[in-house]
């Protein structure tokens, strides 16, 4: 099993400019996760899904947009970057909800410019 | 509301020595709480988890951490570090900081520093 993987790793991006930020587990878990990592923050919820179709908002959804079409996928989009998004994305999975162990990817650093 | 604090953001040990990593948390009902490591450039990794029971929880790598109701704490420990422990270490507790059960409230890190 690979568990979690993101792409890209390294993105940098004008002020403006959209991107999506890809999210895919193998492990046929039903909750997934996006969380950002600010140096000396540690990490926040940005949205999660209990389930191919259902999303709903974290602690920082402003700015990002999700959809969750399968079981496997998760994607990021950032429709209008803005400096303040600098940030390390990092996604994670779980089986459960409440007290399931979460899978954490490798991270996508993404910096706006 | 849920919220984690690590009180050391720093914290440097000699190779060999033991560790100890402290973590308060705030939260109304029985708190189910984790500690995650994370190296250089990688994700995270769960080193122990806590949900309800034995008051001291063993993990890999040698971790154990305990809960302490009374404190409101969950501090991690390893009796003997290696240089491959230097990493940053998150404490977290279920639940998130505005409300709702799903997704961690994670503290801000404690960067561990081994020296030789």
């Known amino acids: 099993n690979a568990g979690v993987t993101q792409t890209p790793k390294f993105r940098i991006l004008k002020i403006g400019q959209s991107m999506t930020l890809q999210c895919t587990q193998d492990?046929?878990?039903?909750?997934m996760y996006w969380y950002r990592q600010d140096p000396g923050m540690g990490l926040k919820l940005i949205y999660y899904?209990?389930?191919?179709?259902?999303?709903d908002k974290g602690e920082v959804p402003n700015g990002y947009n999700v959809s969750r079409s399968t079981t496997e996928d998760f994607p990021l989009r950032l429709e209008l970057a803005a400096p303040s998004q600098t940030s390390v994305y990092f996604c994670?999975?779980?089986?459960?909800?409440?007290?399931?162990?979460?899978?954490f990817g490798p991270g996508t650093r993404l910096l706006v410019l | 509301a849920q919220s984690v604090t690590q009180p050391d953001i720093h914290i440097t040990v000699s190779e060999g020595a033991s560790l100890e990593l402290r973590c308060n948390y705030s939260?109304?009902?029985?708190?189910?709480l984790f500690w995650y490591v994370q190296s250089p450039g990688q994700g995270l990794q769960l080193l122990l988890k806590?949900?309800?029971?034995?008051?001291l929880v063993q993990g890999i790598k040698g971790f154990e951490a305990e809960f302490k109701r009374s404190q409101s704490s969950f501090n991690l420990r390893k009796p003997s570090v290696h240089w491959s422990d230097a990493a940053e270490y998150f404490c977290?507790?279920?639940?998130?900081?505005?409300?709702?059960?799903?997704?961690?409230?994670f503290g801000k890190g404690t960067h561990l520093i081994i020296q030789p």
């Open positions: 994670a999975s779980s089986y459960g909800g409440r007290g399931e162990t979460q899978y």
């Open positions: 492990m046929n878990h039903n909750y």
């Open positions: 899904s209990v389930g191919a179709g259902i999303t």
């Open positions: 939260y109304g009902a029985t708190p189910y």
């Open positions: 806590y949900f309800s029971g034995d008051t």
């Open positions: 977290a507790v279920a639940g998130r900081s505005g409300g709702g059960a799903d997704g961690l409230t």
